[in-house]
């Protein structure tokens, strides 16, 4: 049996089926001026969405930062921890506490406390840690901070990082 996809002979003339409004072109400011005018309700436009929340300091907080703000809290972190500048740091973390991500890796793989490691700055390390630095994190080669501080032969750093490391998981 073949089977048609159209319908039967005569069936067409049977469907009766609305033609398709056109949509009217819109009022040229000279038709509308000899068009008779209808009485019509303005549809309610939304309320537009409360302003971002600020923490007092009128910066927005971390829910609602842009993309570029975001990107200049990082970049900060960065060249103060590459400068090996403890009181930037200091006064960047105290200033955005919670507002910036201590644990993101950069195209190299690093974290800023792997960095500070590489670097041999306790002082860094410490700052770090205090706001939140995940010690146990490895970079992109299986590296923890520990592995990068006991390699460059950093023993302060690496015993620091070891006790912090025990109190994480004396925490967890």
């Given at each position: 049996m073949s089977q048609s996809h159209?319908?039967?002979h005569g069936l067409d003339d049977q469907l009766h089926l609305p033609a398709p409004t056109p949509?009217?072109?819109?009022?040229t400011p000279s038709s509308t001026a000899s068009a008779t005018t209808t009485a019509t309700t303005p549809t309610p436009t939304?309320?537009?969405p409360p302003p971002p929340s600020t923490s007092g300091d009128s910066m927005p907080t971390s829910t609602s930062q842009s993309p570029q703000v975001v990107a200049q809290y990082q970049s900060t972190l960065r060249e103060a921890v590459?400068?090996?500048d403890s009181t930037g740091l200091r006064r960047l973390l105290e200033a955005r506490e919670g507002k910036i991500n201590l644990n993101v890796f950069d195209t190299e793989g690093q974290t800023a406390l792997h960095q500070s490691c590489q670097l041999g700055n306790l002082e860094l390390v410490k700052l770090l840690v205090k706001f939140g630095a995940d010690v146990r994190l490895a970079n992109r080669d299986g590296w923890s901070a520990v592995h990068i501080a006991a390699f460059g032969g950093h023993t302060d750093i690496l015993l620091y990082l070891m006790t912090a490391s025990n109190l994480a998981c004396r925490r967890s």
């Open positions: 159209s319908p039967p949509h009217p072109d819109p009022p939304p309320s537009p590459r400068n090996g």
